[in-house]
């Protein structure tokens, strides 16, 4: 059960033809205030009948039209009266659902392209008719200028558009840059108007959602809160709910809003395995027992970890004791209390998409596999309640800020489960635990610092950066998560008058804007100087600082 009401009346669909930029196509409609989620490309026209969108994008795809196992659009879709514009391989599927042809270009475009307008329209000249061009401007381009740059990424294209069709812009190396029937309303662009290299793109976009469609921005964080609040209200009714409160983000907010829509029914159990970044459990414990009225119940488990930690060195050993025990402290608790029907999770929406969610057609199946992977004991049984799987990353964030949770909860870096226990090279002791923890912190204090200076200088505030994926606007040079590593080594240093024998300390920041690949940060060099000095002089048994210059592929972010 997802307890969710992100959903909206006005709901746009993008059917997902396996593009790199499905995601982000969800999130501009989404940055407009529409509603948008992402549905497989085997859906079926009964199926978009019964989602009852009022709009419909057609996402572009690796694949070529004509290949053996090429995925195709139920054409029933273009005859339900639905608004729809197609992108990339969306408008080459669209072609050929409706009788059009596709062909392979004598060369691909890859990259910014000239594109001239056909249409008659468009701000600076007319521009020149071309072979079934329309009289009237195309309501798609609006005002945008006759001649334009914006992102290609293609080989096949559009040779002969539908019947009904006319041709609206074209390129030198695509005769069929973009198509429409405005009658039947549909549209379609060869070229990519989701991403910022299209500069025009994102006004093409509130052109069809608001101008073709008819939609209203009204899918705001106000709305969001209010329709989830009464989501959770309607779900939950007089039971308890049961929360395991880790201090990350998205827990954070699943607590925060929670606490919005239920107050004392929700119990927050955050257990402490020691392991986290130095006065974060402080922080946990302000936030939620001094600004939300919840049920918070603090489980103090550091020995325990300690003694099931003693002399482990393999990560995923390390990993398995961590899990395994942070169930085992949950549960104990859980099954004291009286009247829980609902666990509460995190999952956030790219958790649903990538889980293969869109290969089954639907989310209950997710669901499900996520729900078995929780080790209930025997007897024990809670329905599970997710109130942001159908938030993205950054709508997390803002989610959060707009509850009140504060800025160092939200914008906190991403942050592995099992804790410091990993950034920990070797085995887990008090005496590593307490260098790595005062290390960290002078760490995260620097480059919380550099980043802020980069976010002054280019006017954006905090968190609308690299790190929020498909989100607000990139900040160049912004370090997209910094932290210190320890190593199961030591080496000679001079301090003063005499010889060192003491732990290195590996900073590691890297740049990235989806974890999936990651390069290391080019940090000026004031400013790793200022980190080595702080931490050698500042924390206790390290003589040493190294940066780790390694990008991900072939290294992982994370040591362990």
Known sequence: MAANSATSQQKVIVVDFGAQYGQLIARRVRDLHVYSEIVPCDITAAEVTEAAPAAIILSGGPASVYAEDAPAIDPGILELGIPVLGFCYGQQAMAVALGGEVGHTEKGEYGPASLTRCDGGGAGGAGDDADGASGAASALFGDTPAQQTVWMSHRDAVSRVPEGFVVTSRTDVCPVASMECAERRLYATQFHPEVRHTPHGQKMLANFLFDICGLVPDWTMDSIIEDSVAAIRQTVSDNRVILGLSGGVDSSVVAALCARAIGKQLVCVFVNHGLLRKNEPEEVEEVFT???????????AEERYAQLLAGVVEPEEKRRIIGTQFWKEFFAVAEELDGVKFLAQGTIYPDIIESGARKTGGKASTIKSHHNLIP??????????????????????ALGTALGLPDYIVHRQPFPGPGLAIRIIGDVTPEKLEILKNADAIVREELDAYNERLFVESGVRNGEHVRDVAGGPEVERAVWQYFAVLPDIKSVGVMGDERTY????????????????ADWAKLPYDVLARVSSRIVAEVPGVNRVVYDITSKPPATIEWE
Request: hydrophobic letters at 45%; aromatic letters at 12%; glycine letters at 2%.
């Open 290 to 300: 001094k600004q939300f009225d919840v049920d918070f119940v603090h489980v103090h």
């Open 376 to 397: 209930f004991p025997e007897g024990v049984h809670f329905d599970l309640i997710e109130p942001l799987d159908h938030f993205f990353k950054d709508e997390v964030r």
């Open 502 to 517: 003491a732990r290195p300390i590996i900073l590691r920041a890297v740049e990235s804007s989806d974890a999936m690949t």
